[in-house]
């Protein structure tokens, strides 16, 4: 599947949807509801199969993503603000919460991810953030080493806000 160029037109979705996907240990699509089809521009044909990563905003920093692989590979969970990429290159925002799934015997056998429409006042403070780590990471001689650069940034900046992750993305949930 061609990747688009991104454009300067912003997609929403109602505060009262909510885009739900599942996928498989390695990040390919095994589920997504109408909504994110709506959203994304996509028949669910196109995403089934398909790496979850297809949607991922150049604008995006990757020590966002590795934080969030992290997470869910350690059987934890995470919230985080994410900017995806529709079909068409339009882009959405979105306050993702994705969780590992488990079979019958407990053991891991994907991720799920619910995700909802950011506040404004949150996206006025994560904007910014995502540009600085951005463009600490395109320093960088490698991608390697930009991701380590740019959690570096991230770690310094809530290190400095005197919160750590989760208290400091939670915090900008609520101030909408």
Same mark, same amino acid.
């Given at each position: 599947m061609?990747?688009?160029?991104?454009?300067? @037109?912003?997609?929403?979705?109602?505060?009262?949807? =909510?885009?739900?996907?599942? @996928?498989?240990?390695?990040?390919?699509? @095994?589920?997504?509801?109408?909504?994110?089809?709506?959203?994304?521009? /996509?028949?669910?044909?196109?995403?089934?199969?398909?790496?979850?990563?297809?949607? *991922?905003? $150049?604008?995006? $920093? !990757?020590?966002?993503?590795h934080?969030?692989?992290?997470?869910?590979?350690e059987?934890?969970?995470?919230?985080?603000?994410?900017?995806?990429m529709?079909k068409?290159g339009?882009?959405?925002?979105?306050?993702a919460?994705?969780? $590992?799934?488990?079979?019958?015997?407990?053991?891991?056998d994907?991720?799920?991810?619910?995700? !909802?429409? $950011?506040? !404004?006042?949150?996206?006025?403070? =994560?904007?910014?953030? /995502?540009k *600085?780590?951005?463009?600490?990471?395109?320093?960088?001689?490698?991608?390697?080493l930009?991701?380590?650069?740019?959690?570096?940034?991230?770690?310094?900046?809530? *290190?400095?806000?005197?919160?750590?992750?989760?208290?400091?993305?939670?915090?900008?949930?609520?101030?909408?």
């Amino acid at each position: 599947m061609q990747r688009p160029q991104p454009t300067a @037109t912003e997609r929403s979705f109602s505060e009262h949807e =909510i885009i739900v996907s599942k @996928t498989d240990l390695k990040g390919r699509m @095994t589920y997504v509801n109408d909504v994110f089809c709506k959203v994304g521009l /996509y028949e669910e044909e196109e995403l089934l199969g398909q790496p979850h990563s297809i949607l *991922r905003h $150049p604008d995006m $920093p !990757r020590a966002v993503f590795h934080l969030l692989w992290q997470r869910i590979q350690e059987g934890a969970e995470i919230f985080a603000y994410v900017k995806n990429m529709a079909k068409n290159g339009d882009f959405y925002w979105v306050l993702a919460h994705v969780t $590992p799934s488990h079979d019958l015997q407990g053991k891991v056998d994907g991720y799920h991810s619910n995700r !909802r429409l $950011p506040g !404004r006042n949150a996206l006025a403070v =994560i904007e910014p953030l /995502y540009k *600085r780590l951005l463009a600490e990471e395109q320093r960088q001689a490698d991608r390697k080493l930009g991701m380590q650069a740019g959690a570096a940034l991230l770690n310094d900046v809530l *290190r400095e806000r005197q919160q750590g992750y989760d208290e400091f993305v939670l915090g900008l949930a609520t101030m909408d």
